[in-house]
Nanobody, 117 residues
Framework: QVQFVESGGGLVQPGGSLRLSCVAS????????MAWYRQAPGKQRELVAR?????????TYADSVKDRFTISRDNAKNTVYQQMNRLKPEDTDVYYC?????????WGQGTQVTVSS
């Protein structure tokens, strides 16, 4: 089973930037469509961005983050990234990566992003 380890979160002021990383185990990462999700306490996990398998030529974003977040991948490192710019307080959440599936499994610990002055 593939496992995910997220990192790169932290405390940042509104308007700031962060870059999240997620390393996946296994040797078929290249075959996975990947995604970033986020979840606030008491709320459902939501899809933030996704990237197609292979070269990652197709990306899509939630309307709330479009033009601010960028998802990318490095298959040689089994890693998916999320560059987050112009962060807003409402972006405060725990961020997770996972395969882009109807029912993703094997969630990692996530990484906390807090946007506050």
């Amino acid at each position: 089973q593939v496992q995910f380890v997220e990192s790169g979160g932290g405390l940042v002021q509104p308007g700031g930037s962060l870059r999240l990383s997620c390393v996946a185990s296994g040797n078929i990462f290249n075959n996975y469509h990947m995604a970033w999700y986020r979840q606030a306490p008491g709320k459902q996990r939501e899809l933030v961005a996704r990237i197609s398998s292979g070269s990652g030529g197709t990306t899509t974003y939630a309307d709330s983050v479009k033009d601010r977040f960028t998802i990318s991948r490095d298959n040689a490192k089994n890693t998916v990234y999320q560059q987050m710019n112009r962060l807003k307080p409402e972006d405060t959440d725990v961020y997770y990566c996972n395969r882009y599936l109807t029912i993703p499994r094997n969630w990692g610990q996530g990484t906390q992003v807090t946007v506050s002055s």
